[in-house]
């Protein structure tokens, strides 16, 4: 058996009771902390599941899983401890095929999640459109899909959520200042005046946890100091009174 149990928003505090009488049952732990910036203590949640914890890489589990996470399911109760909701990663649906196909039984404990926590800035969460995710630019990769799903979100008056690139192993998370800049560079290229300085945009930090949320305009936030990862970053498309009255108690100039 597999459990896929999500740890929250923000850290180990986060975990549900649900999750933990499970845990206290399971044979086998592991974890995965790169597909968020995640904010758990590794010993502060092994002394909570009074478990010794297996964390697992992005090749471990994406290349690998039937030589570790599949190997013990097939054998024994076994959980993997994901940030924020399992569902809300394409790996974990992939696990969850795996492991179906291999006849192992699997069950889902939710967490809370980036996709419920930006309601927090007051837009309304069933007014947002295609997600998008900003990628760290490499010399020969600048892709500018983030610009174009965000002019498709602003065509249907869509609010769009960017979410930002982190690559743990190297200890690099995009800050919303970093993912400001690259759609700013995009623009200066495509120049369809679809994210400019004067663009209206969300930037939050540390959902969950510390958080901060300011909006303004991009020239006013893109040298504000968020602190520590995670960030996202939200162009708002049209807006509701109730909405505008909620953005106008984060606003910063
Ligand atoms: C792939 S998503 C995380 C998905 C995760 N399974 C979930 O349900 O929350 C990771 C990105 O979401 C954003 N994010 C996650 N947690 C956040 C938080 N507490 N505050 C702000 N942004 C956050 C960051 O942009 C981060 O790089």
């Given at each position: 058996?597999?459990?896929?149990?999500?740890?929250g928003?923000y850290?180990?505090?986060?975990?549900?009771l649900?999750?933990?009488?499970?845990?206290?049952?399971?044979e086998?732990?592991?974890?995965?902390?790169?597909?968020?910036?995640?904010?758990?203590n590794?010993?502060?949640?092994?002394?909570?599941?009074?478990?010794k914890?297996?964390?697992?890489?992005?090749?471990d589990?994406?290349?690998?899983?039937?030589g570790?996470?599949?190997?013990d399911?097939?054998k024994k109760?076994t959980?993997?401890?994901?940030?924020?909701d399992?569902?809300?990663?394409?790996?974990h649906?992939?696990?969850?095929?795996r492991?179906?196909?291999?006849?192992?039984?699997?069950?889902?404990?939710?967490?809370s999640?980036i996709?419920?926590a930006?309601?927090?800035?007051?837009?309304?969460?069933?007014?947002f459109g295609?997600?998008?995710?900003i990628?760290f630019p490499e010399?020969?990769?600048?892709p500018?899909?983030?610009?174009d799903v965000?002019?498709e979100?602003l065509?249907?008056?869509?609010?769009?959520?960017?979410?930002?690139?982190i690559?743990?192993e190297?200890?690099?998370?995009?800050?919303?200042?970093d993912?400001?800049?690259i759609?700013?560079?995009?623009?200066?290229?495509?120049?369809?005046?679809?994210?400019?300085e004067?663009?209206?945009?969300?930037?939050?930090?540390?959902l969950?946890?510390?958080?901060?949320i300011?909006?303004?305009r991009?020239?006013?936030?893109?040298?504000y100091?968020f602190g520590r990862?995670?960030?996202?970053?939200?162009?708002p498309g049209?807006?509701?009174?109730?909405?505008e009255?909620m953005l106008?108690?984060?606003a910063h100039?």
């Amino acid at each position: 058996m597999l459990y896929l149990i999500g740890l929250g928003i923000y850290d180990e505090r986060d975990i549900t009771l649900r999750a933990l009488e499970v845990l206290r049952d399971v044979e086998s732990v592991y974890a995965e902390f790169y597909t968020s910036a995640s904010n758990v203590n590794l010993k502060n949640l092994e002394e909570l599941v009074g478990k010794k914890i297996h964390v697992l890489s992005r090749c471990d589990l994406e290349e690998h899983p039937e030589g570790n996470v599949l190997k013990d399911s097939s054998k024994k109760e076994t959980a993997l401890l994901t940030p924020g909701d399992p569902m809300v990663a394409t790996t974990h649906v992939d696990i969850i095929l795996r492991a179906r196909k291999l006849g192992i039984k699997t069950r889902v404990i939710h967490g809370s999640s980036i996709y419920s926590a930006v309601a927090e800035t007051g837009l309304q969460i069933y007014k947002f459109g295609r997600t998008t995710s900003i990628p760290f630019p490499e010399k020969s990769y600048y892709p500018t899909s983030p610009y174009d799903v965000l002019r498709e979100n602003l065509k249907t008056g869509l609010h769009t959520l960017f979410l930002l690139d982190i690559k743990p192993e190297e200890s690099r998370f995009m800050s919303v200042n970093d993912a400001i800049r690259i759609l700013l560079r995009i623009e200066e290229k495509k120049k369809e005046g679809i994210f400019t300085e004067e663009t209206r945009c969300l930037s939050a930090a540390r959902l969950g946890g510390n958080s901060i949320i300011r909006y303004g305009r991009v020239r006013d936030l893109m040298d504000y100091d968020f602190g520590r990862p995670p960030h996202v970053l939200i162009v708002p498309g049209k807006l509701h009174f109730m909405e505008e009255e909620m953005l106008k108690t984060f606003a910063h100039s």
